[in-house]
């Protein structure tokens, strides 16, 4: 981007684990890569690591008017981070602050994943602790987004854009065996796929680049052991 496009980013992470922790960095290493090697003012919002779409997409909106309250800047979001950003937009809200978003393997149509995962912890569901967690699983299943959007990318005056991901074969040395199953399901049921989401449930906007890694190897994890996977140049070209 040119330098006068250089306003703050903020970074949204997704689930399964927080923005930070004491030995953990969600998108690991690349806050301090884009501002330190590109200049930019770097924000990453606090997301809890389950919840449902509205409760996250609060907290998320609470964040961005105390930090960037009245200032332009771009939107990189992860995930299902993706879904709680894009839900503030059919909101209508910050549409004159926002300079860009992009989504990186967001499920905006859900995931086989989701629902294999939901049947196997149902039992689950009837217990108070992990409401958070099955409430996140229930939503992520394929469809269950599809009724939240009714604005596409030519809606908005600012860009959007996506990035998306494939595991790159041989799958049993080029990921890790949290993902040997769920990608056969989706592919099975959703076509190419980086282990969590379907190349088509990320559709949004105008494709980057498609990538041969997982689904974790886009945010650098785990701790920057990405199978050979360059994760730093996913974002140096997103603001290219």
């Given amino acids: 981007m040119p330098e006068n496009s250089k306003f703050p980013i903020l970074l949204i992470p997704g689930v399964i684990a927080p923005a930070y922790g004491k030995f953990w960095e969600y ?3 690349i806050p301090q890569f884009l501002t330190q090697e590109l200049g930019y003012k770097v924000y990453v919002c606090p997301l809890p690591k389950w919840g449902d779409y509205k409760t996250r997409s609060e907290i998320l909106k609470n964040f961005i008017q105390k930090k960037l309250p009245q200032q332009k800047f771009h939107i990189i979001a992860h995930s299902k981070g993706g ?5 503030l937009l059919e909101q ?10 992009t989504s990186i393997s967001c499920p905006y149509n859900g995931s086989t994943a989701a629902s294999f995962f939901y049947k196997l912890f149902y039992p ?3 217990l108070s602790y992990f409401k958070p967690l099955m409430d996140s699983l229930y939503e992520l299943q394929p469809r269950f987004y599809q009724k939240l959007w009714t604005k596409n990318e030519n809606d908005y005056s600012f860009p959007i854009k996506y990035v998306c ?5 041989p799958i049993l040395f080029k990921t890790y065996p949290l993902f040997w199953l769920t990608s056969y399901l989706i592919n099975k049921n959703e076509g190419s796929n ?7 449930s990320t559709q949004f906007g105008t494709l980057i680049a498609e990538y041969k890694t997982d689904h974790i190897g886009l945010i650098g994890q785990f701790y ?5 996977f ?3 140049e996913v974002y140096r070209k997103i603001l290219d």
């Fill in 224 to 228: 920057g052991k990405t199978r050979g």
């Fill in 27 to 29: 998108f690991y290493k």
């Fill in 230 to 232: 360059s994760y730093i």
């Fill in 165 to 169: 991901a494939q595991i790159p074969k």
């Fill in 83 to 87: 879904v709680e950003a894009r839900y």
């Fill in 194 to 200: 980086d282990g969590f989401v379907s190349k088509q």
């Fill in 124 to 126: 689950l569901k009837w």
């Fill in 92 to 101: 209508n809200l910050f549409l004159d602050q926002i300079a860009s978003f």
